[in-house]
């Protein structure tokens, strides 16, 4: 049986970085703390555990199982949400983290584009959507799109189309891509059952305004209080209150993005600003220089002093 169609995703869902101790192995005892940060001190209630922030790529198949049981353990009865992401290069890996997460209690599952021998055509990726679904039918089910990573740029109003008939668990998509046009088609054209996460952290503003339901983003982690604000704001009509906070949100980024802001970095900033000790990141991502992060964090005080 397909999942329930009544509840919608809404709000912020942070996705999370994966704890590591010193040494680089998976470090499970920062898992319950982190969830405990999130909402406390960022009110965040949803997560999205092993995606790009989550360096699920990176991980083996035994430690994304690993993770998703213990991320799924420790927050049931604090959180609303936890989605797993199980996308993989191969299919036969995904098919088993998605059997996996539906034994474990996710709440849902997302899966990104294979990309090393990258689906050309919607045809082909949503057949290999389908297939993953195949081994968690009850799970709700989320595309997650994010082409800068997957280099695979199917419209995603193209992979939209007939979907529900292949997949019955689908209930939409996580995307994090910049055309907002490819965006306002999805979302025009879809159900009410279908939820719109958006994941371009720079741009939520935007993407509300063009029916955005959610949001699913890496910086949320350590400014979902702002980030909250800022949907509060757009919901009472408080157009110049929000972008205010947006471009706030610009100018900590885009001053990041200058000195290099990747995973490492964007990890290290996690640990500074929540006190938790998530550790490096693995290699290929190289760790973020001290000093680096520091000047970060100093720019994050800055830019947020008065709210
Ligand atoms: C590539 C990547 O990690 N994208 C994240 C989620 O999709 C975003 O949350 C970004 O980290 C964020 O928008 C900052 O660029
Ligand atoms: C940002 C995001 O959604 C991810 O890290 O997968």
């Excluded at 110049?240 to 993005?257: D, G, N, P, T």
């Amino acid at each position: 049986m397909a999942p329930s169609a009544e509840k919608k995703l809404t709000g912020l869902v942070a996705a999370t970085f994966t704890p590591f101790t010193p040494q680089g192995e998976v470090n499970l005892a920062e898992i319950g703390p982190y969830i405990d940060y999130l909402i406390e001190k960022q009110g965040v209630h949803g997560i999205f555990v092993n995606g790009t922030t989550g360096e699920s790529m990176s991980l083996t198949v035994a430690e994304r199982k690993i993770l998703a049981e213990d991320w799924c353990q420790k927050a049931r009865g604090k959180l609303d949400q936890v989605i797993v992401h199980v996308g993989c290069m191969s299919l036969k890996d995904a098919k088993e983290l998605a059997g996996h997460a539906a034994q474990i209690g996710a709440d849902a599952i997302a899966v990104m584009a294979p990309f090393f021998f990258k689906p050309r055509t919607a045809d082909a990726l949503r057949s290999f959507l389908q297939e993953v679904a195949s081994a968690a039918p009850n799970l709700p089910f989320y595309y997650y799109h994010i082409p800068a990573v997957t280099g695979v740029n199917v419209p995603v109003r193209d992979v939209l189309e007939g979907v529900e008939e292949l997949i019955p668990s689908f209930r939409g998509v996580k995307f994090s891509g910049i055309d907002l046009m490819d965006f306002g088609q999805c979302v025009s054209d879809s159900p009410p059952h279908w939820s719109f996460l958006y994941g371009m952290d720079e741009q939520l503003l935007a993407a509300l305004a063009m029916g955005a339901d959610g949001a699913v983003g890496s910086t949320y982690n350590y400014a979902g209080c702002h980030f909250n604000k800022l949907i509060s704001a757009f919901k009472e009509g408080h157009v110049v209150q929000a972008r205010k906070i947006q471009f706030k949100m610009q100018e900590l980024l885009s001053y990041a993005m200058k000195l290099g802001f990747d995973v490492g970095v964007n990890k290290q900033l996690m640990n500074e600003l929540s006190g938790l000790s998530l550790g490096p990141p693995r290699l290929p991502v190289t760790p973020c220089p001290f000093a680096h992060a520091l000047l970060i964090v100093k720019k994050y005080h800055h830019v947020f002093t008065d709210s």
